[in-house]
T-cell receptor, first 114, second 112 residues
Framework: SAVISQKPSRDICQRGTSLTIQCQVDSQVTMMFWYRQQPGQSLTLIATANQGSEATYESGFVIDKFPISRPNLTFSTLTVSNMSPEDSSIYLC???????????FGPGTRLTVT | DQQVKQNSPSLSVQEGRISILNCDYTNSMFDYFLWYKKYPAEGPTFLISISSIKDKNEDGRFTVFLNKSAKHLSLHIVPSQPGDSAVYFCAASVEYGNKLVFGAGTILRVKS
């Protein structure tokens, strides 16, 4: 299985500010994804992080609000911009290895916006 | 539009007995199905998966059954152990592992 780490593990942020979450995967991973889990809800895919190019966003998510970078194969960042209390969620990074179908998840970043 | 549904929010089972978690889906284009287990303050952990061309996959105490005509899958855990107590998520993909769509989750409690 792939090893995936995220930081920070949690943060409390003020309304209107931005937070960048980092995700590091081991070298087996070729595909990387970002998910959100709002309180009491399931996981929702935000976007696929593409190496060296713009991320592919799912319906309801836009680049201005959730800019994503993936400068190399093993590292990606998600920024939550101009935060509001509705952005309070757990943000999770995942990876999938070439030839495998399952995704492996990082421990998540718990974000609280006040 | 909830494409993957887990209609039981919670399930309580006695240690040693079978746990059966259910999942229904609506999108006939799903080609791969997965089960994840999640403990509080941790990311989901992959458990077991099944391709849409199969109807059963087994891995130790875990077995997943797929009924394509009914658009239904289930996860069987035998025997259940107290350490199995967690939230279980059903997930489905239309791109063989990409773009996972998750169900709402079922809280499993295994009583000793």
């Amino acid at each position: 299985s792939a090893v995936i780490s995220q930081k920070p593990s949690r943060d409390i942020c003020q309304r209107g500010t931005s937070l960048t979450i980092q995700c590091q995967v081991d070298s087996q991973v070729t595909m990387m994804f970002w998910y959100r889990q709002q309180p009491g809800q399931s996981l929702t895919l935000i976007a696929t992080a593409n190496q060296g190019s713009e991320a592919t966003y799912e319906s309801g998510f836009v680049i201005d609000k959730f800019p994503i970078s993936r400068p190399n194969l093993t590292f990606s960042t998600l920024t939550v911009s101009n935060m509001s209390p509705e952005d309070s969620s757990i943000y999770l990074c995942s990876g999938r290895s070439s030839g495998a179908y399952e995704q492996y998840f990082g421990p998540g970043t718990r974000l609280t916006v006040t | 539009d909830q494409q993957v549904k887990q209609n039981s929010p919670s399930l309580s089972v006695q240690e040693g007995r079978i746990s059966i978690l259910n999942c229904d889906y609506t999108n006939s284009m799903f080609d791969y199905f997965l089960w994840y287990k999640k403990y509080p303050a941790e990311g989901p952990t992959f458990l077991i998966s099944i391709s849409s061309i199969k109807d059963k996959n087994e891995d130790g105490r875990f077995t997943v059954f797929l009924n394509k005509s009914a658009k239904h899958l289930s996860l069987h855990i035998v025997p259940s152990q107290p350490g199995d107590s967690a939230v279980y998520f059903c997930a489905a993909s239309v791109e063989y592992g990409n773009k996972l769509v998750f169900g709402a989750g079922t809280i499993l409690r295994v009583k000793s």
